[in-house]
């Protein structure tokens, strides 16, 4: 059966008169002359057997009816602008690697070795999601979650990506307000800093200072919900925060942050790679993992 829709020029002619309420403005955004804008507008309203526009010498009018048309025709052209960027997105050629992570370990750590997969696996379309909230972790839509610890899908399949070390950092900004003459610091010295938390880590100090040997005491001092804004906090001389190694060494390695306190401090816990058992099998899964997995092994050993 023939559809009682109107040519798609016709659509996107009178939408863009509608914005410019001008023939010859819309006829220069769609590269088209002013007559065959004019000619598409005619036709259109011949179509509907309503007039859209009332003209009045150089200017244009929009009658009740056009603007009634207009208010249902733009969704509809947005739906199906939409509809085909994402068909031009499309490569169906590839398979879906859909992973998800958490955000600060995503940006910090993830996104270099991505690029790399990407180049080694090209046949492969990668899509990263946020990792805010384990409970509402949907199966069907991710293949991989790369995550700190704990259990996550009931029957899931996980790997160890490392174990986690930990490192007391701060500015070095910081460190020179505090004592711009002092040129070593020791474990001990940290007391007298501002300290900074993350609110998901209450016993983060109080573990670190028994690692060094030190009493705890009074831990007072900004929280932050993420990663990336204590890293934030700390590059902005708010205070000492302890972080894991693998999301501060870009900031030490560009100075941005300092580890005066000491060296890595092990904790109990450790980073995972986690599937569902049913997608074990799958191609991208298992490339995936088994790259990330040995390439952690070779940084590992050299």
Known sequence: MRRYIPSSTALKCFEASVRHLSFTKAAEELHLTQSAVSRQIRNLEEFLSRDLF?????????????????????????????????????????????????????SYWLMPLLAEFQRLHPQFQIKVRSLDDAAKIDPDAVDVILHYGGDHWPRAVSHQLMREDVLAVCSPLLLERMDASKSVWQAGDVTQFPFLHLSSRINAWPDWMVSQGLESGSFAGASFAHFHMLLEAAKNSMGVAILPCILARKSLASGELVAPFGGPVVTPHEYLLSYPVDKADLEQVVVFRDWLLATLEHHKQN
Do not use: C, F, Q, W
């Open 54 to 106: 009332i003209r009045l010498n150089k200017r244009l009018v929009l009658t009740g009816t056009g603007a009634a048309y207009y208010k249902e025709v733009v969704p509809l052209l947005d739906r199906m602008e939409n509809a085909s960027l994402r068909m031009l997105h499309r490569e169906d050629e590839k398979t879906t690697l859909t992973l998800s992570a958490l955000p600060t370990l995503a």
